[in-house]
């Protein structure tokens, strides 16, 4: 199959899944099923934007009574990670226990189409009889199917299952995140002041070495640990409830952060300050040998032990396998993540692997590698500053504040990092000397062999899973929807032998329920003579159907409009052959991404920073018949040609590209000729792309972004960007309103 690195497990990849999630061996789940086995509740609470700043965690400014309590009594892992430094691509990853870039979801606020097989893992879940519940955060880089929950809203809780039945419960709390750092509102104000003795002092809060030290940005360091302290009182509550109804003693309890700080250089980012969590499992005592059968009194079952602390290298994307083992679930094949408890348990990681994509309207694309010691950071964009301008990070105070005093020349040491005009192609720490990741190490023989190996983990990893960053985001989105058109889920099918059963006296069906599109999911609702006998359940296996009841069933796949509703009755015609689901989807953009063309991509790549040495190379691949390589060919000579004779040489490449096809090409090259001066024949292209109404919405950024980017040059597209600020693209407005303002200020 095209599409992955040679390297890749192809059958775990993409293997399509059952249906209906497997059991166990010797475990019977199914319902009415004799000699059921008891299962465990599972309950996830999580909160945004917070690092490990909390007590547990050993850090004396915070206060975090609750969440304290529960380590106490639980696990506290220090080596937990999140691949991306943001909430939706993380979140994106961690309901579908892949990473995102892997099934194209790694852009901030994008809309995935996942390969078929891939499904939220509470289906799963779900299948095998479990009542899951979402309160309420979705934010999965797609909407979520309506079989993902039983429930998932602001009312959403474990006490509306029925009576006996297993739960999977997720509460998120929002109080931590970034918008209410900034929120000096009355009403945020009042509910900070009720914290009496609790509420953060800012003179006693600890700076990290890359923030200047100012009042502003005390007040927001305390502030941020001020929402922390009341999201800690909200944990309280949750667990409270628990207890009142006698559930703790048989609930698996996590707490874990969505991504670290929402406060500069930590949210968005992939140093450790962005990807770092915090994560606390409770284990009850009735399920310790559950969450650790191969030794749980041993000395591997110590760190299960309430107050203990584990080390282990730990991926969001485990965290779905991992309740699926808890849960007795057999964990499918194409799932990348690893089980760190349970039946299911695998070898702890060596490494953990972090993406930045776009953020908001700002591109830029960074991978890294991390063991327990140190961290790999490449940066593919490393032509573009750490400081872009992001509209919502700008609202932040401390934003404000280091780049007031940036412009007045008075940040010093790591505080100019930020500000720094390029990145380095690659950058190395060593987390344990260096836990603010400020002084790289890439370029010293010292760490020459631990960059080395870090460098080809990674280059392994991006093979291997299949990782199509390098695609310029207009280009995937024209193959993953084909002229912006969202494709639909067929509706059900419905097939029965129609054979009676029972003693004559009542005729019913088994009806099988199955839908034509590769990876749909089912969900019925059975109406007994006109009255509903219930709401949506997920289709797992056959359903029987007596005369009288009407049988309805619709589909849905993650990233298609959901299916029309198809209705059945005993009785009713069925095909003479039971239909059967493709294995594979030929139409999903997987099955156009070649593999070689990722090959090309990273090859081309791998030129980045050698300057006028790899001149030739990029001029060749002009040529390249992958839209995407001659894009990155483009930059390559953009940022490459120094000298006035290598630029010369550059224009007249780049002039015969402002009439590439793609987009994404004409408007790299017409930057770049606008940087040289060549803006008479080059600009236009850029307006051209920005009025454009047949190109998409990232198209229209990319040539908006170009436009920002050459300053006083683009002044006679003025009027085009003015009109930008009704665009139908948000981000589009974004970079114009912010290309409008410094316009106006020069």
């Known amino acids: 199959m095209a599409g992955f690195g040679n390297g890749i497990d192809r059958r775990g990849f993409l293997r399509v899944t059952a249906g209906a999630a497997m059991m166990l061996p010797g475990i019977s789940f199914g319902a009415g099923a004799k000699n059921e086995v008891e299962r ?44 991306a430094g943001v909430c939706a691509p993380s979140r994106s990853g961690l309901i579908t226990g892949m990473y995102p ?33 979402n309160n309420s955060k979705t934010d999965y880089q797609f909407d979520p199917p309506f079989t993902a929950w039983d429930e998932s809203s602001g009312k959403a809780h474990w006490r509306n299952r029925a009576p006996g039945q297993p739960f999977f419960a997720v509460f998120n709390f929002t109080i931590s995140h970034e918008s209410q750092v900034r929120n000096h509102s009355k009403g945020m104000l009042d509910r900070i002041e009720k914290l009496g003795a609790q509420k953060h002092d800012p003179a006693k809060a600890k700076l ?34 628990l207890e009142d109804d006698g559930l703790a003693e048989n609930t698996i309890v996590w707490f874990w952060g969505d991504h670290g700080r929402g406060l500069p250089r930590h949210k968005r980012w992939i140093y450790d300050s962005g990807i770092r969590v915090p994560l606390i499992v409770k284990v009850p005592e009735k399920w310790r040998k559950l969450a ?111 780049r007031r005093l940036n412009a007045e020349g008075k940040l010093k040491g790591p505080q100019l990092q930020y500000f720094e005009p390029t990145k380095p192609v690659e950058e190395l720490y060593d987390t344990k000397n260096d836990p603010h990741e400020v002084n790289n190490l890439a370029g010293k023989s010292k760490h020459k062999e631990v960059l080395e190996r870090m460098r080809e983990v990674h280059a392994k990893w991006a093979g291997e899973t299949g990782d199509i960053g390098l695609m310029p985001e207009p280009e995937f989105d024209e193959i993953k929807q084909p002229g912006g058109q969202v494709r639909k889920t067929a509706e059900p099918v419905f097939w029965t ?16 329920i199955s839908c034509p599109t590769p990876g749909a999911s089912i969900a019925y609702r059975i109406d007994d003579e006109g009255k509903s006998k219930g709401g949506w359940m997920l289709y797992a296996k056959g359903v029987w159907l007596r005369e009288g009841q009407t049988l309805h069933a619709k589909a849905c796949r993650i990233g298609f409009k ?38 090309r991509l990273r090859e081309i790549k791998a030129l980045d920073g050698q300057g006028e040495k790899a001149i030739p190379q990029y001029t060749q691949a002009l040529g390249d018949k992958c839209a995407s390589v001659r894009y990155w060919a483009v930059i390559g000579l953009h940022t490459g040609c120094a000298s006035a004779k290598d630029k010369e040489l550059g224009v007249s490449a780049l002039e015969k590209m402002l009439k590439d096809p793609a987009a994404v090409v004409r408007v790299a090259a017409a930057h770049a000729l606008c940087d040289w001066g060549r803006e008479k024949d080059a600009l236009p292209v850029l307006i ?57 200020n020069n």
């Open 688 to 744: 051209e792309g920005l009025s454009a109404t047949d190109k998409t919405d990232k198209a229209r950024l990319y040539a908006l972004i170009a436009l920002n980017k050459i300053g006083e040059k683009g002044r006679p597209a003025l009027p085009q960007i003015q009109a930008a600020l009704k665009d139908s693209e948000e981000y589009v407005q974004r970079v114009a309103r912010t290309t409008i303002d410094r316009l106006e």
């Open 40 to 83: 465990p509740n599972i309950l996830w609470v999580s909160c945004e934007d917070t690092s490990p700043d909390l007590g547990c965690y050993g850090d004396k400014y915070a206060v975090t009574p609750n969440i304290d309590k529960l380590a106490a009594q639980g696990v506290r892992y220090e080596n937990c990670f999140t691949h």
């Open 208 to 241: 990290p070495p890359y923030y200047p030290d100012t009042p502003v940005v005390r007040r927001d360091m305390a502030q941020y640990y001020d929402v922390v302290t009341l999201m800690d009182q909200q944990v309280g509550d949750v667990l409270k409830q």
């Open 562 to 599: 959901d299916s029309g509703e198809a209705t059945f009755k005993v009785g009713d015609n069925t095909p003479a052959k039971q239909p059967q689901t493709p294995d594979a989807d030929p139409d999903h953009w997987r099955s156009k991404v070649a593999t070689e063309m990722l090959e």
């Open 292 to 402: 650790m059968p191969k030794n749980p009194d041993g000395p591997t079952g110590q760190v299960l032990k309430p107050g203990a602390a584990n080390d282990d290298l730990v991926a969001f994307i485990d965290f779905a396998p991992t309740v699926l083992s808890l849960a007795g679930v057999k964990i499918p094949g194409h799932i990348q993540g690893r089980a760190f408890l349970g039946a299911q348990k695998a070898e702890p990681r060596e490494y953990i692997f972090a993406a930045r994509d776009r953020m908001d309207e700002a591109y830029d694309l960074i991978r890294a590698v991390r063991d327990k010691r140190y961290k790999y950071i490449r940066n593919y964009m490393w032509h573009v500053t750490r400081g872009q301008d992001i509209n919502y990070m700008n609202e932040m105070p401390t934003m404000q504040e280091m």
């Open 497 to 512: 032998p129609n054979w009676p059963v029972g003693a004559g006296a009542e005729k019913a069906s088994r009806v099988t």
């Open 101 to 133: 870039t892997t099934i194209g979801t790694h852009q901030m606020r994008c809309s995935g189409v996942p390969p078929a097989n891939v499904k939220c893992f509470p289906e799963y879940l779900r299948a095998e009889g479990y009542y899951c519940t």
